[in-house]
């Protein structure tokens, strides 16, 4: 059996596209835009592409995008200072705080001094608080979290009652996750790197999520035929054949698992896309919420 390839960047596009169509319509009734603002911390080259990425993709769908950046050196009383001017910008909708942030800097407190309700990316405690209790709904889903259960949905995977085994607790990705799989009514297996026997767990698995940051480590003979697999690492991998020497691979071994496996997403275009859409998602949501109370 080869699995069907759920194809991230098609599903991206489909959220990108409600977005377009729900800026466009927001602006066409209230004349109002939403607004992003992203503050980033110092020169490292993979956050400044991230957040170019997100600035672009703002420009794209009509959102307005509001970048600050900050020396390696600022204190913070500066950042801080600036999320408290951004919290109270009505033009600002998400704040946007590029991880991670350099040593010196108190990143819960800075994460905690962003207004909820702008929380665009979903990490204040409260955020994943509700997202943790029964009959509470947070205002906003972490993105790649976010990202994840929409490709399950997509891709017509039954959550209600599976059985979802999420490899990897991380706060950004993988505890997250376990807890929307939770709400949507999957029996949830958190595994991480004491568990001991993976695999036992994998191949009982109806949904298998991969967040662990290991190149290749769930292969197929680790997974029950028919799972539906969905692979968040990205990984480096030596590849002489590419100018820049390595391609992209996941945390998931695609060849064995794809054999397997009933649906799978592949890595880049699977999980990869979806960040920035949900933060898009994410964004308008904010801009609906603000335009509700006004
Ligand atoms: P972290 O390093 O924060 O977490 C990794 C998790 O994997 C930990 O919970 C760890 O367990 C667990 N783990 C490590 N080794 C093993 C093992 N041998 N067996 C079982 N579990 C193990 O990573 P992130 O959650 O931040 O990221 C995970 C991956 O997802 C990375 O490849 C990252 O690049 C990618 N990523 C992709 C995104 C996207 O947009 N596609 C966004 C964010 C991340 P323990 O808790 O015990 O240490």
């Known amino acids: 059996m080869t699995a069907e390839i ?15 169509q ?24 993979a956050s400044a592409t991230y957040v170019r990425m997100k600035q672009r993709m703002c420009e794209t769908l009509g959102i307005n995008s509001f970048g600050h950046t900050f020396p390696e050196d600022a204190t913070q009383e500066e950042v801080e200072t600036l999320v408290s ?14 991880l991670p942030l350099p040593g010196h800097l108190d990143e819960e407190a800075i994460l905690n001094s962003i207004d909820l309700a702008k929380d665009v990316d979903g990490f204040h405690p409260v955020n994943i608080g509700r997202l943790a209790m029964k009959g509470r709904d947070p205002l906003f889903i972490p993105c790649t979290p976010y990202g994840c259960i929409r490709l399950l949905e997509e891709s017509g995977v039954q959550i209600s009652g599976a059985e979802a085994v999420i490899v990897g607790r991380s ?11 939770q709400k949507a009514n999957a029996t949830v297996t958190i595994c991480h790197s004491r568990t001991k026997d993976l ?44 100018k820049r020497g390595y ?17 799978i997403t592949p890595v880049p275009g699977g999980v990869g896309p979806m960040t920035i859409a949900m933060l898009m998602a994410n964004t308008l949501r904010a801009a609906q919420i603000a335009q509700d109370e006004n």
């Open 22 to 45: 729900g800026v466009a319509k927001m602006k066409e009734e209230t004349g109002y835009v939403p607004g992003l603002a992203t503050v980033r911390v110092g020169e490292d080259p």
């Open 171 to 181: 706060n950004i990705v993988g505890l997250p996750v376990a807890m929307l799989l």
């Open 199 to 242: 695999a036992e767990h994998t191949r009982n698995a109806d949904i298998v999520i991969a967040a662990i940051g290991r190149r290749e480590m769930i292969t197929g003979d680790m997974l029950k035929p028919g799972a539906a697999v969905i692979d968040v690492g990205i990984n480096q991998k030596e590849d002489a054949s590419r």
């Open 6 to 20: 759920i194809d991230g960047k098609k599903i991206a596009e489909k959220v990108r596209e409600e977005v377009r």
């Open 247 to 263: 391609r992209l691979v996941g945390d998931v071994d695609f060849e064995s698992a794809k054999e397997v496996a009933g649906k």
């Open 85 to 98: 001017e951004l919290n109270a910008n009505p033009s600002v909708n998400g704040i946007l705080v590029q």
